[in-house]
C-alpha cells in the first residue's frame, strides 16, 4: 500500500516539507519513532497532544506547554465552528496567530462531539444535522463543511468527518458507520483545497473485526496521507480495543502516520504504540487535574483524600515540574479543597509534565529495544495508588 506521504510520493496534503518518516524500530514488536513534519515544524514521534477544546489548553498558557516541550497540540472544530466560528479565526489570521501558539496544530472534524453531544441528531448520506450545545440553533455538518471549516482555521492537520457509534453498538449500525465514513471521506477529499493542510482519513467498525479491516483497508487505498483510528476506548473491554487496534494497523500503510483517538491512560497508550500508533490525545490529564488528581509513576493521587492534609512530601520526586519543585502535598490538597484557580493550574502543569516524560521514556525504550519491558512495569497502573 502506497502512502500519500512517502518520500518521493504524490498524494493528498503533499507539499514540500510536509510528511512523515519512520526513524527507529522496536526489534519485538510494531512500535516506532518518527518525525512528523508539518508547515509549522516537526514532531517527534510517538507524541501525547494536549487538547485545546475552545483553542486553549485549560490552566495552561502556549508558551508554559512549550515549557514542558510540547511542539503539537488539537483543538476541537466542532466548539470553534460553533464559538467563534470558523470565519472569524480566518479573519483574525487563523487558529495559530488567534491562540498565540505557533507551532502544529491538529484539529478533529467535530464528527466525534457532534454525536456525543447532540442526542437529537438525524445522519443522513449528506452529512449530520444537530443542535448547538450553545444556543439549541440548528446546523447541517457535510463532510466538504468539515473540511471547509478546518481550512479556515488553518491547522496543520485536519480529520475527515466520520460516523461515530456508541458502545456497544449493533452489526448493522456499525456497518453503517463504515458506509458513511467512506463515502464522506471520498467526498472530502474532493473538498480539500489547501495544499499546505495534511487531511487525515479516519477508520471505524465498532467491535467488529472484520468490519475494522474492511474499514483499514478502503480508507487506506484512497491514500491519505495519515490516518485517525476513531469509535475506540468509548467503553469496550481493553482487550477488545486492542484485538481491533491490531487488525487496523496490520492494514494501514507502514509509511503514514496513524492517530488513536481519545485514548489518555499511560497502560493503554503504551499498548497502543506497542502495535504501531504513532500520535495519541485525549482530555484525561487535564481533566484529572481538575478534579485533583496527579499522575505518578506509582500511580493516581487523588488529593482529595484526608490522608494528604499533612504530607509535605511533593507529588512526585524526580519530577522538576513548579508544583513538585515549590509547593507539597499538603499545599496543593489546600488549593483544591478551596476551588482555587492555582490548583488547577499548578496539577494541569504536573499532568502534562508526566505525560511528556512518559512519551520520552517510550521513544528511548524503542530505541533501545525494550518496549516489552516498559508495558509491563506500566501495567495496572489504573489500579494503582501511591504508598505511604
Known amino acids: 500500500m502506497i502512502c500519500g506521504m512517502e518520500r518521493g510520493g504524490e498524494g493528498p496534503g503533499k507539499s514540500a516539507g510536509i510528511g512523515f518518516d519512520v526513524l527507529r524500530r522496536d526489534a519485538a514488536t510494531r512500535a516506532r519513532t518518527g518525525v512528523l513534519r508539518t508547515a509549522n515544524g516537526e514532531v517527534d514521534t510517538p507524541v501525547f497532544l494536549p487538547v485545546g477544546t475552545r483553542a486553549t489548553v485549560k490552566a495552561m498558557a502556549p508558551w508554559e506547554l512549550e515549557g514542558l516541550g510540547y511542539r503539537m ?38 464528527g ?3 454525536f456525543s453531544l447532540s442526542p437529537t441528531l438525524r445522519v443522513s448520506e449528506e452529512g449530520v444535522l444537530f443542535r448547538s450545545v450553545y444556543d439549541g440553533s440548528e446546523h447541517l455538518l ?22 461515530c457509534v456508541a458502545y456497544p453498538a449493533t452489526r448493522e449500525e456499525a456497518e453503517r458507520a463504515v458506509e458513511n465514513t467512506l463515502d464522506w471521506a471520498r467526498r472530502s477529499l474532493a473538498a480539500r483545497e489547501r495544499e499546505d493542510q495534511m487531511l487525515f482519513g479516519i477508520v471505524q467498525g ?3 473485526e472484520d468490519l475494522r479491516e474492511r474499514s483499514a483497508r478502503e480508507t487506506a487505498s ?8 476513531g469509535g475506540l476506548s468509548v467503553g469496550e473491554p481493553r482487550e477488545v480495543m486492542l484485538a481491533c487496534l491490531e487488525v487496523q494497523i496490520s492494514v494501514l500503510p507502514e509509511g503514514c502516520p496513524r492517530h488513536l ?8 497508550i503504551l499498548q497502543a504504540v506497542s502495535l504501531g500508533v504513532d500520535l495519541f490525545d485525549c482530555v484525561l490529564p487535564t481533566r484529572m487535574a481538575r478534579n485533583g488528581v496527579a499522575m ?16 509535605s512530601r511533593p507529588l512526585e520526586e524526580d519530577c522538576h515540574c513548579p508544583a513538585c519543585e515549590r509547593f507539597t502535598r499538603a499545599y496543593l490538597r489546600h488549593l483544591h479543597t478551596l476551588n482555587e484557580i492555582l490548583a488547577h493550574r499548578l496539577l494541569t502543569w504536573h499532568n502534562l509534565a508526566f505525560m511528556r516524560r512518559l512519551m520520552l521514556d517510550c521513544r528511548s525504550a524503542i530505541e533501545a529495544g525494550r518496549m516489552i519491558k516498559l508495558v509491563r512495569d506500566w501495567r495496572g497502573w489504573s489500579e494503582r495508588v501511591p504508598g505511604d
Open 73 to 110: 497540540i488539537l483543538a476541537n472544530t466542532y466548539h470553534l465552528m460553533l464559538r467563534p466560528g470558523a470565519d472569524l479565526i480566518e479573519e483574525m489570521g487563523g487558529l495559530h496567530a488567534f491562540m498565540g501558539w505557533p507551532r502544529p496544530i491538529l484539529t478533529d472534524s467535530g
Open 112 to 114: 466525534f462531539q457532534v
Open 142 to 163: 457535510t463532510p466538504e463543511g468539515a473540511v471547509e471549516a478546518q481550512e479556515k482555521l488553518g491547522s496543520d492537520v485536519a480529520m475527515v468527518l466520520d460516523h
Open 206 to 208: 465498532g467491535t467488529f
Open 222 to 229: 484512497l491514500g491519505f496521507p495519515g490516518y485517525g483510528i
Open 261 to 268: 483517538l481519545g485514548i489518555g491512560d499511560p497502560e493503554g
Open 296 to 311: 505518578t509513576r506509582e500511580g493516581k493521587l487523588n488529593l482529595r483524600h484526608a490522608r494528604y492534609r499533612r504530607d
